[in-house]
């Protein structure tokens, strides 16, 4: 079975451009969730999906990211304009369902601002 | 107060003896506890789960929970260099937010 696919792995851009990130989940993994992971830190989530539902975007920094799962399956995440701090992985997850905590990861997506 | 609190580390364990991970959290709504164990420069893996008070024993790992205390415990006998990473602890708050700790480093000597 395949696993959580995520592209780019790795994007190098300079601050103000715009760059987006891409996630295909297991198959019948409703729940998908966008994390941001800064060196030495956990994993922080920015936006989780219920099928093509936003649930919890409270920690998305609705000012310049966005983010979409057309049909509730493939999702985007898009950042415009980056800024220096925007620099970390960007890890996309998918779950069974919401309840459960059991998610698995993609390889993530390395994104530096010059 | 963090929602989830780790001990950054970095824990050092010789090869062979048992390596003991602690985790707290803050909302007492929390009901399922997993760790999660991170490679560097890899995604996190999940590697135990544990929902109800007490002791799970997968293998060479044991997960406590102590819901009173508000404490989870990871330990891994007879560690092994291949342990050598970083442990994160992850809590479904009562909200059903996946909150992670900021990771326990681990580092196995032979």
């Known amino acids: 079975e395949a696993g959580v696919v995520q592209s780019p792995r790795y994007k190098i851009i300079e601050k103000k451009q715009p760059v987006a990130f891409w996630c295909n989940p297991i198959s019948g993994h409703n729940t998908l969730y966008w994390y941001r992971q800064n060196l030495g830190q956990g994993p922080e989530l920015l936006i989780r999906?219920?099928?093509?539902?936003?649930?919890?975007d409270s920690q998305l920094p609705k000012d310049r990211f966005s983010a979409e799962r057309l049909k509730g399956v493939d999702s985007t995440l898009k950042i415009q304009p980056a800024e220096l701090g925007d620099s970390a992985v960007y890890l996309c997850?998918?779950?069974?369902?919401?309840?459960?905590?059991?998610?698995?990861f993609g390889e993530g997506s390395r994104l530096t601002v010059l | 107060q963090k929602e989830v609190e780790q001990n950054s580390g970095p824990l050092s364990v010789p090869e062979g003896a048992i390596a003991s991970l602690n985790c707290t959290y803050s909302d007492r709504g929390s009901q399922s506890f997993f760790w999660y164990r991170q490679y560097s420069g890899k995604s996190p893996e999940l590697i135990m789960s544990?929902?109800?008070?007490g002791d799970k024993e997968d293998g060479r790992f044991t997960a406590q929970l102590n819901k009173a205390s508000q404490y989870v415990s990871l330990l891994i006998r007879d560690s092994q260099p291949s342990d050598s990473a970083t442990y994160l602890c992850a809590v479904t708050t009562s909200a059903s937010k996946i909150i992670f700790g900021s990771g326990t480093r681990l580092s196995i000597r032979p």
């Open positions: 999906y219920e099928n093509e539902e936003a649930v919890d």
């Open positions: 997850a998918s779950s069974l369902g919401s309840k459960t905590g059991e998610l698995f």
């Open positions: 544990i929902y109800s008070n």
